[in-house]
């Protein structure tokens, strides 16, 4: 697997991200709403990145970026689809216009804000002509990174009895995450942006992985709790070499593959920081949130 810094790709990233934005805010605005804003959320599927269900006037429909074929494909119940190419050279701003014009052809108009959240720039969508580059390789390069991120995370997640959401990838910054819960809501601080107000507003501990298109600069495992008191984060030792604390904390990808059973050190990473977690938090309910599932062995492979 290549390890891919943002530096190697960031023309792509910051084109491909606003594409990813225009079809996580369609989901925003159609799907019923869900704590923390789950319902918005977008998913990793065998080839790329989807909207899952997504439930209008005219029926369901879905939207799909396909990095096999490099296509956005939007499907909706009666067989019907629109197909765009992802391809260099084709702007936000032109971009935006095709998406929109599909799916008002097929019948799911949706207005959108078009203005980039969680970026680092805020060139509204039908004014941005600067960011057209779409490198085919990279964006391979970038989705087999998640694709192995999210078996870890997915293993990760599931044995948890406690509130927890599925492996979501979020289109704001184009990370992917899995949240638990433990229960407790905490009040929302009215000064917080809209996003961020609604997204925090129960106690958790959230588990992922970035591609580093901040001031990491490389893809890694992340880990934190909220609400978070840096003063009892620095004094948690986790048992991972090469794990530190900035703002979360970190686990490079580069560090992980190095070891002897990277999986197992990407599972080690994110139980420790649960535990911790909890610790700090006083979370209730452990025992049950943490009785092994003690199911039948799963068969991989059926007997002729």
């Not at 019907?80 to 391809?87: D, N, S």
């Not at 929109?100 to 949706?110: D, Q, V, W």
């Not at 990473?269 to 911790?276: D, G, K, L, P």
Request: glycine residues 6%.
């Amino acid at each position: 697997m290549v390890i891919l810094k943002y530096k190697d790709w960031q023309n792509t990233v910051d084109t491909l991200g606003m594409y990813i934005q225009m079809v996580g805010k369609v989901a925003l605005e159609r799907i019923p709403q869900e704590p923390e804003w789950e319902s918005a959320m977008l998913h990793i599927t065998p080839t790329g990145i989807s909207t899952g269900n997504i439930p209008s006037e005219n029926g369901l429909f879905q939207i799909s970026f396909n990095f096999i074929k490099h296509e956005l494909v939007i499907l909706d119940e009666n067989g019907k689809e629109a197909v765009t190419p992802l391809k260099d050279g084709v702007s936000v701003a032109q971009f935006y216009k095709i998406f929109l014009s599909k799916l008002e052809f097929l019948g799911y108009r949706t207005d959108i804000y078009s203005i980039p959240q969680e970026w680092n720039f805020t060139t509204p969508f039908e004014k941005d002509e600067t960011h057209k580059s779409y490198d085919r390789e990279a964006v391979e390069k970038w989705f087999e990174m998640i694709k192995y991120a999210y078996k870890i995370l997915s293993k990760f997640a599931a044995p948890f009895r406690g509130r927890r959401t599925k492996v979501n990838f979020y289109w704001g910054c184009l990370d992917m995450g899995t949240v638990r819960y433990s229960g407790k809501l905490l009040n929302i601080d009215p000064s917080l942006p809209v996003g961020f107000r609604y997204g925090v507003d129960a106690e958790e501990v959230e588990f992922g992985f970035n591609l580093g298109n901040n001031n990491i600069g490389e893809p890694y495992f992340f880990g934190f709790m909220w609400p978070n008191n840096p003063d009892e984060y620095k004094k948690i030792a986790l048992p991972i070499e090469k794990t530190y604390y900035n703002d979360q904390f970190i686990y490079k990808l580069t560090d992980c593959l190095a070891t002897s059973n990277p999986d197992e050190s990407a599972m080690t990473f994110f139980q420790s920081v649960y535990e911790a977690a909890t610790k700090i938090q006083d979370w209730q309910n452990l025992e049950s949130y943490n009785k092994p599932l003690e199911l039948p062995s799963q068969k991989i492979r059926r007997n002729k």
